[in-house]
Structures are given as structure tokens and as C-alpha cells.
DNA sequence: GTGGTCTAGACCACG
DNA sequence: GTGGTCTAGACCACC
């Protein structure tokens, strides 16, 4: 089965920004592979409960990006471009410094002890399905 | 000396967000102890070529927080509270979630193992002083 | 008919304050259900003949307080939550403070005794559905 | 003995109000008779900590009023004058009114249990000595 | 001198 | 269409 979008109205990054980057996410560890069909704009609008117009907007995103391609009257396929790169360690933890630092300049203002700030992310992380070291981080 | 702002214009985080945030790592650090002024509006909003009202909003933002109290017609001053306890458990939780989500969506799309993530959390917790940084949260 | 906005640009209590205030009410006494929606910033504003600014700092307000919710594209609505338990009982204290000291100060130039206060708060309270009126406080 | 003056720097209400609000009440109250004379400027202002201007103004305030009268060389002396008149109940029920108002509105929007908002009343109410019904609020 | 409020008008991102 | 951000410049109260 093709995949389970996850859209939070409330989140500051724009739905159709979740969406694109749940596709990015899906092609990059494989659950998406080459060849295969997004939903339909319309049926993942109905899906998400959502306007059609910003399902379009991620897939032009993604189909700028030719990570998908719009095949006129069939849908948005997959290309088999790999356009996730693998990162190293530190390339890694380069990249995810600026995010982490403003998690945890919030986290101190509102005087969030540690753990709490260590359970929240373990729930979100689970929640996204992530799971544990040596099977991640190399393209699936 | 008292701080050294900086600013990006060009950054999507808003100016008066960029400048509220670093008076609180200063604070969560130490750099501005209780008692001290920040500068004045103005002399800040000349400083870093900005508009008087951009820093009123920062500032304004820091009161609200309590982080900063306001003493008329002589400026703003740190208060003495180290971490505000003003929030409830669930609205600092709530209130975590959107720069929380930023970071764990980035973390996926570099393929970072949950581990990894747990870790440099850690070290910035640490780093920042924040109480508890313990042994918590690891197991993903 | 969805609200009677009424400002007083005399009034020492700053205009987004007062619009501000309006929507808490019409929220506390269930005037304005979850769900609903807020006029948009710029036709209030041109009801009002007021800056827009003026009205969307009102509504950030709300926002901050969670008794609002901002849809992207779509407006502000009207959050589910009854009563917001964002503070703790020490901010809530200190938060009442100020409007208390105007309360009592008046109250004492007045001559009024304390049981006169009580009682008119307990009244005003009632009126507002706040939960435990009860029996309480009347013994200064 | 004088008076003793309170004044909150935190308080939305300016010191220079405070003070010679404390004057009207003191007088109102028969606290300060007729001839009696105020602390000199500079006395007040080193006692409480802030700057001479702020009391300075006060006692301006309060001459404006007649309250007070200027004895050059010789310091601010109380006028025989009877400025507090007496309010009926119910008058003095409607001036209340607004602060009340506000106060509950605010207290609405914490979600403060209504005990906690009589409890906060009662306190601020014996700080300032107001004591139980009859033997108030006919100008002692 | 300080910060607070408001206005006017502009630009941007999102849906 | 929505709200968010920023600028320019004005006025006010307070110290």
C-alpha cells in the first residue's frame, strides 16, 4: 500500500510542505520505489480532508524536483532518480544542529526539564516510525 | 560587555523572534544576570540598523515571558526568577512540539538513527545547563 | 449575528486590549462556540476603522493564549479547550495581580468594606460561570 | 507616626499615583488630620528607594488638589478640606464596577478557580488593613 | 531619557 | 482570500 500521510494543521511548516517532504522521506528509504504512482491530488485532498490545491502544490514541488513525474492522465510516478544522498555522522549532526538549537532554546525558556524534552522526542520519533541504528541512515 | 546581537534579514525566523531568542540563551547561559539592563530600545533598534518597533516586540515578547520586567523610564531588566515556572506540563509540551517536529522531520530526511538524535540533543542540553540531562531517553 | 465589537478609543486600556477582551468574554459566556470563527483581521478592522495591525495584534494575542487557533489561509478559530490550563497557579497569581491592585485601590478610596467587595466579585464571577462560587473568602 | 507608604515598581499603576493615592486614603481616612504635614520629598524618596521627581510629583498632585498645601521652607502640610465625600452603597458598587470587571475577565482567561481569586482579594485586602464593615467607609 | 500604542502602507507565504 | 512581518513616523505617560 502505497503510504500514510500525517498532516498537522497547527504545525508552522505549511501542509503542503508535510506532505512534499513525506513523499522525499518515502522515496529515500525505499518505501516508494521507481515506477510507482502517488495518490491521486483529488483522493489524497479528500483523504487529508484538505483543499485539493495545496495536494497540487507539494506534487509540483516534488515533480520540480524530479523526484515525480506527471504523466498526463495516469498520475505522478515516481522517477528513479536517487536524490537522497547518504549522509555522514557528522555531515548529520552538522545539519541537524540548527533545529536541535532551537528546540532547546524553547525548551529552556519554558524551563522544561531535560527529560521531558527527551520524552517528547522519543514519542515523536517513534511516532514517524524511526527506528533504531545500524538497519537506518543508508537509503533502506 | 553587554551582548553582541546578531541578526540574519534574511532568515525565515522573524527579526523580533531572533532577538528575543538570543537575550534568552544569554539569560539560560548566564551572560545576562539578574539585575542587568538590556539595552534600550532604540539604542538597540540604531545598533543593529532595524526599526524601534522590531526590538519593542522582542522585548515585549521577553516580558510577557516574565523573563524581563519593565521599569518605566528606565529600561528593561532581567528578572531574578532562574526558570520561569509559568507553564503547566501539557502547554510546555504543546509548546515544544512545533520546533520539536522541525527537528525530527530533518533528523528522517538525513536518515539520522534515533540514537544519534537522543545523543546530540544531550550534549546540547548539557551544554546549556539544563537540569537532568541523566541517562534518560536513549532507548528508542 | 456573530459579535458586537465596541471600542472606546479614549479609554487608557489600549484598543487590541479591548478587542482582545471582547473575544475572551464572548468565548467565556459561550457566545462564541469551538469552531467558530473571528471576523477577518482586515473586515473587523474596517468595521471598527481601525488599523488592521491593531486588530491582528488583538488576535495574536488570543492566539498566544491558545484560545484561538489560526488556520492558514482561513482565519482564526475558536479553540476547543474550555478552560486554558496553560499556567501555573503562581502565574495565575501573579498574572491577577495587576487588575486586582486597580480593584482594591479603588475599592479602599471608595471606603467600600471588604465584605462589599467579596460579594460583588462573588456576584460577578457567578454571572461568568466560573466554577466554585461557593461559599468562599467572604471572612476578611 | 506618619504614614507608612507601599509602593509595587512592578504595578501598572505609576508610583507617583501610588503615593498620593496613599496620601487621599490616609486623609480620607482621618489617618492624617488637618495640619499635619508629609514627609519631606527627599526623606520619602530615599525611604522608598526611587527617584525625589516621582515623589515630588505626587505632592504636586495632591496640592492641585488642595489637599495639600505648600509651606515654603517649611514642607507640605494637610488642608483642613474634606475631599472625600461619602458614597452610597450602590454607588459605590458602580464605581467598582469597571475594575471588576476587569479583573474577573482576566481571571476568567487564566482559568483561575474563583476561590483563588477571593483568596488573592483577601490577602491584597488585609495588606492595606481594610477591615470589616461597619466601622468603614463613613471617613472613620 | 525610557517603553507602549497606534497608524499608514508595504511585502510575503499560505490556501 | 487569509494572517504575519516589517518600516516609517507619530503621540503618550512615566521617570
Given amino acids: 500500500m502505497a503510504l500514510e500521510f500525517r498532516i498537522s494543521t497547527g504545525s508552522s511548516v ?3 510542505r508535510q506532505i512534499a517532504d513525506q513523499v522525499r522521506r518515502a522515496v529515500a528509504r525505499g518505501k516508494l520505489a521507481a515506477g510507482e504512482c502517488l495518490p491521486s ?34 498520475g505522478m510516478f515516481v522517477t528513479g532518480r536517487k536524490i537522497q544522498k547518504i549522509y555522514t555522522r557528522s555531515e548529520r549532526l552538522r545539519r541537524i544542529e540548527q533545529p536541535l538549537e532551537g528546540l532547546v532554546s524553547e525548551a529552556i525558556c519554558l524551563g522544561c526539564p531535560a527529560s521531558e524534552v527527551h520524552e517528547a522526542l522519543d514519542r515523536k520519533l517513534k511516532l514517524w516510525g524511526v527506528v533504531e541504528p545500524s538497519t537506518e541512515g543508508k537509503g533502506a
Fill in 14 to 16: 505549511p501542509m503542503y
Fill in 41 to 74: 491530488v483529488r483522493s489524497l485532498a479528500e483523504q487529508l480532508v484538505i483543499n485539493p490545491n495545496t495536494v497540487a502544490r507539494a506534487y509540483s514541488e516534488l515533480a520540480k524536483d524530479r523526484l515525480v513525474e506527471r504523466q498526463k492522465g495516469r
